[in-house]
């Protein structure tokens, strides 16, 4: 796989002892973290035009679903008195758009969600946080973790680090991941690739899901 | 407090929702992560000279222990069989130097951990992922969580995040914190001040520490 | 407070270092667990009279909301392909009734969860697991659980215990929680005496609720 | 199986939507809960003649050992000044023997645990409660937890609930647990066969892992 997030720091990063390889196992599942319409929808001010991405993962879900990957999308949202937000409000003033029932924290409809593909609210950066992930993932058998979404520098980074703390190989193909700011997005591609999992590209991840080997439906589906 | 981890980019941040403010409380804790000698010693690849940061922690921890705020060390110390470790070692190998028991996972002795000051084996970035400090804060009345050490890009703001995700206001003392990638460094402590805590200098923390109004004695000491 | 979920067994289990007290805190939240229709009316195989459990609840919430403890509400519900519920459906198949917006799953009208008092979703016995209760009762400043519902000898004790484990204080009124199996009824209300946190009766609850010396209303409310 | 746990109760528990059975896999891990001379040894008032539970773990790890699979030792330990401990004093008071490095909290040296099975400390009932157990298992690719140690009615069974939240099949094998209180014993065995796991003979025990299919050496060994 290509590691060009860390670009011409690698050797660097390598001799200090960081910048390693994880190894993808067969049976992967994709997380799609915050691609709700009040992250990809330019009416709200938490929101930006996310178009490529989008495209991005429908391309990336066509090629999972195609080999009954496990998918899992993510959407934060809040109860109109924030008593499940902790800091959320204070620090982050502009997600209180984010109301249960609301538009905002409807998956975009681009990803159209299917039966089988749970949507999980969660109420912290990390898709771990305060949700089943870890469960839903043991009973799926999981062994690889695919992360996709929005904002690169907050919930996918997140993600991405607590997928590692659990012991999962995590993969980040960066034309699926987005944030309102490039600087960040490409700052925390870096730290992924440094420290956390493999920055890979779009073409990587859909080939390595053409090729895996075996059956990968859900066991409980 | 200051706010100039976000420079330039606060009103961008503004208005698109984020780089609000959390208020800290009366009852603060240090949490000094991953300053042991395999961090802090550059007869390790993985160390540095964090000579400055190990000299601010210091002022911090004398301003603490005058308050008597408690306060709390980690370090990340594996199994020579690495069982304990999840990926850390094919991710970042340079830390298979941090084995129980070895020189590498001692604190560095210039912060002196005192009798009354846990030090706390962790195995993942986050000081609170396979810990029980969540409790250990519950047990002490602490209400907020004052984060130093290294790596600002790794162990430090996972720990920022966590600690938000938990429901605590977060403070980040930038001088107290180290990386081995400048560049890294400020855009960890950028992301902080967008969503997570509060980056504040050295002098703040310590002239909050000193106006603390009560009794901040662990209560079950 | 009484303790007589010991009975005759207090000089035995406290001659072993077991059966000591726990004291309550000032700012107490109520957690009533799985008291939904699935388990409270007999049309379902799971479920069971439990009219006089109820009734105990609404006493103990009445007092509550007197002075404006916190209450949470927990229900189990699950996805209809049970991707969610680990194994729930092959060790407890009558639970499969338990499904997202079904009758069975809404909490038991006498209760009449108010606007500002959050029905949690779970997936496990504990109301802690795979939920961000811990950070809910952080950022409402609770000290002290009572933890009432169904079954005694399921999801709350699971809940009493995993609140002893992250600090809290824990008071089981007796006759607000309850059990199809009356001997499994007492025998788990032992084990929490005996180890876990304090069973008392509903006078007591509701004198101790009358006594709270503060505001006990939610910050963030 | 066997499933004398239920007893004559087994057609009500049935009849009430209770009481299924979970499928162990082919990558099991023993987890020994507390076999440590704090409870194994007399001389301590929290300790008991656990003699029969010892040579059952001691003939399970036997076979367990002959196959490769894996084996993780718990052992509960605090500092002297019981910052990491919550309120296991309060309630648990004879648990204060259990200090770090102390004789208490030794393994019981019949068990005998070898150089590559963890001891990990913990600090609450639950094997995984502030620990990192459930990434070890990941690492380890067990699919499976066979529950053994004391006591039936605290840490034995708050264990085999959390493994059962986390997704394992959970099989406790009634002769490899203890409780200084029988009834205790066997109204938490009940419990667990109830809603849990399966509750099985140690020869049955035996039985299974003789007759685990392929390789189950921990994969990271």
Do not use: W
Request: proline share 7%.
């Amino acid at each position: 796989m290509s590691h060009d997030a860390l670009g011409d720091a690698r050797p660097f990063i390598e001799s200090r002892g960081f910048g390693g390889h994880v190894t993808p196992g067969q049976r992967p599942a994709i997380l799609v973290v915050d691609l709700a319409r009040g992250f990809t929808d330019t009416r709200f001010a938490i929101g930006a035009n996310l178009d490529d991405v989008v495209a991005a993962n429908v391309r990336l879900l066509a090629a999972a679903r195609a080999r009954d990957v496990p998918v899992f999308f993510f959407t934060a949202a809040y109860r109109p008195d924030f008593k499940d937000a902790g800091l959320v409000p204070q620090k982050q003033p502009g997600c209180k758009v984010l109301l249960i029932g609301s538009d905002a924290v409807e998956i975009d409809p681009r990803l159209a969600p299917r039966d089988n593909e749970p949507v999980i609210v969660k109420k912290a950066p990390s898709a771990f946080f305060g949700t089943n992930l870890d469960t839903m993932l043991r009973a799926a058998g999981v062994d690889t973790l695919i992360v996709t979404g929005v904002s690169t520098s907050a919930c996918v980074r997140t993600t991405a680090v607590d997928g590692f703390s659990h012991g999962f190989p995590v993969l980040v193909p960066r034309e699926c991941c987005g944030d309102r700011d490039p600087r960040a997005h490409d700052a925390n591609l870096y730290d992924i690739q440094a420290k956390i999992g493999e920055v890979i590209s779009l073409d990587e991840a859909v080939t390595y899901l053409r090729t895996l080997s075996g059956d990968n439906r859900d066991p409980a589906a």
